[in-house]
């Protein structure tokens, strides 16, 4: 089965730059998709595609997708972005999720 | 704005099945998309369960397969989920989604939005 991996927990200080990586097997072969939750939440797709925002999500949220990795970029963080935020990508006629990352904002 | 919201029982005992259905709003189920069932254990991640075309396709994750039906009413405008033979480890939230997927040869683009609201599954005597 294909595996997406995500590191468990990010901190970040309001107003700077967030990082959260997504690491798979050859994963910039592959489209990936980024999901935010906030506590009791339903997820809410914030990338699309790789590097694509929908209608609604602020332009400080970006996404990139090469060799092994996919990355969700936040620039100038704010406080309503501290959330849990999970990969997404299609194998193998499966879907699959990374594991969720906790994203601090202290 | 299309919306979701699951229905079903809260509370179902081991060895029985799970049954959900999805009701969506402001869009019609046969033109078009995937519809899917994503589940979540308390504290933990996300998991796939499984997606349905409005034709009637579907596909399954490999790890629930064997117990996972899901269906679709397209008069209704509606898709279900059974689960059966749960146990403990199925307890869960359980959301509904839309799916947009986009395939050329073996490579897909897919994504899920919007999703429904959750609804907790707890499985228990």
């Known amino acids: 089965s294909y595996d997406l991996t995500q590191p468990p927990s990010v901190s970040v200080s309001p107003g700077q730059t967030a990082s959260i990586t997504c690491s798979g097997d050859k994963l910039g072969d592959k489209y990936a998709s980024w999901y935010q939750q906030k506590p009791g939440q339903s997820p809410v797709l914030v990338i699309y595609q790789d590097d694509k925002r929908p209608s609604g999500i602020p332009e400080r949220f970006s996404g990139s997708n090469s060799g092994n990795t996919a990355t969700l970029t936040i620039s100038g963080t704010q406080a309503m972005d501290e959330a849990d935020y999970y990969c997404q990508a299609w194998d193998s006629s499966t879907v699959v999720f990374g594991g969720g990352t906790k994203l601090t904002v202290l | 704005q299309v919306q979701l919201q699951e229905s079903g029982p809260g509370l179902v005992k081991p060895s029985e099945t799970l049954s959900l259905t999805c009701t969506v709003s402001?869009?019609?189920?046969?033109?078009?998309?995937?519809w899917g069932w994503i589940r979540q254990p308390p504290g933990k991640g996300l998991e796939w369960i499984g997606s349905?075309?409005?034709?009637?396709?579907?596909y399954y994750n490999p790890s629930l397969k064997s117990r996972v039906t899901i269906s679709v009413d397209t008069s209704k405008n509606q898709f279900s989920l059974n689960l059966s033979s749960v146990t403990a480890a199925d307890t869960a939230v359980y959301y509904c989604?839309?799916?947009?997927?986009?395939?050329?040869?073996?490579?897909?683009?897919?994504?899920?939005?919007?999703w429904g609201q959750g609804t907790l599954v707890t499985v228990s005597s």
């Open positions: 349905i075309y409005h034709s009637g396709s579907t």
């Open positions: 402001d869009y019609s189920i046969s033109s078009g998309y995937y």
């Open positions: 989604a839309r799916e947009f997927r986009d395939c050329s040869g073996t490579r897909c683009r897919n994504w899920f939005g919007p």
